[in-house]
């Protein structure tokens, strides 16, 4: 861990230098594009092109904060493919552990964040935007649509390994996104049902009302997308077999997950394939999946749950059944400690 911070630290700084290499506005590009945006959606909402509703904060105001809390989730979609493209060279070349190079893009976003939230609260001085104790509250949203973005493009990140194609189409979809976002403008009341289907939508317009002394209730779906993106984050790592302090079991995960998407949260969909594979890929000739009993008991669950059904299914409920006692019970050495040779050292002890 000492060793991935050092070198985490040492690329985060050297990342800083090449951002701003051979350049004459240096940082001031982290602010030009959306403050040149600002300028154009300001002039549309008092043109009356676009739906202005302000509750009494400049629009200005509200268009800045709202382009600079985007551009922070795009930031951190991008990072994942951009940092496997950038950096697989090297790692191919240098014996560097990869979460040093991990730990120095995420750095680099939050670093990029946070200088931007500066400006604004600037800004908010400026058109004299009240300062109020909801400011303490802003960075559980910013880390709440930090950590969306990240999974997000880990997932996305695996594709664009494969295919070349993602990168491009990943631009053209978070330009869509952007229009059905309201990031500059608001959305009519009877549109107010349909936000939990954007989960980008209750994390800006939370963080938002927060930066802008709006009300403290968050936005509908605040929480649920705060907890299905952390979820998101742990499958996207590939952290499920150590995000449990007492169950350090990836089946365990699996199986919590699972039981979520299938009492109706469906939201976690994106999770559903990555799991799936990963189980699969522990499947043993004799038919278990996983280390022990206890790790197939919890995968065929999984399966279940994630409405699955594959070959290995099938074998590894036959494992179960041999594996069973005439009481209908399993020993609880083999539930626990067993695995493919304990079981088959149980066979031979009766």
Known sequence: MRVIRHIGWQRFLHNLKVQTRKSVLGYTWLLLPSLLAALVWVGLGRAQVLKVDNSGVPYPVVVLAGLFLWQGFVEALNFPLQHIQAAKTTLAKVRVPHDAFVAAGMGLVIFNSALRLLILLAAMLWFQVPLTGLLFLVPLGVASRFVLGLALGWLVA?????????????????????????????????????????????????????????????????????????????????????????????????????????????????????????????????????????????????????????????????????????????????????????????????
């Open 158 to 350: 695996v594709l664009g390994l494969l295919f070349s194609d993602v990168a491009n189409a990943l631009g053209m979809v978070i330009n869509l996104w952007f229009l059905v976002t309201p990031v500059v403008y608001t959305l009519p009341a009877a549109a107010n049902k349909w936000l939990i289907l954007n989960p980008v939508t209750p994390l800006l317009t939370t963080t938002r009302q927060w930066l802008l002394a709006g009300p403290f209730v968050p936005t509908p779906g605040f929480w649920q997308i705060t907890v299905i993106a952390y979820l998101l984050r742990i499958i996207a790592e590939h952290k499920e077999a150590n995000c449990d302090l007492w169950y350090r079991d990836a089946h365990f995960v699996y199986n919590f997950f699972t039981r979520a998407y299938f009492s109706g949260i469906h939201k976690l969909e994106p999770l559903r394939q990555p799991i799936i594979e990963r189980i699969l890929a522990s499947a043993r000739p004799d038919g278990h999946l996983g280390d022990t009993l206890t790790d197939t008991a919890w995968v065929v669950s999984s399966l279940l749950n994630l409405r699955s059904y594959p070959p290995e299914l099938t074998a590894a409920t036959r494992y179960l059944l041999a594996a069973q006692q005439a009481t209908g019970e399993w020993p609880r050495w083999l539930l626990y400690y067993g695995g493919a040779n304990g079981y088959l050292a149980g066979v031979q002890r009766k």
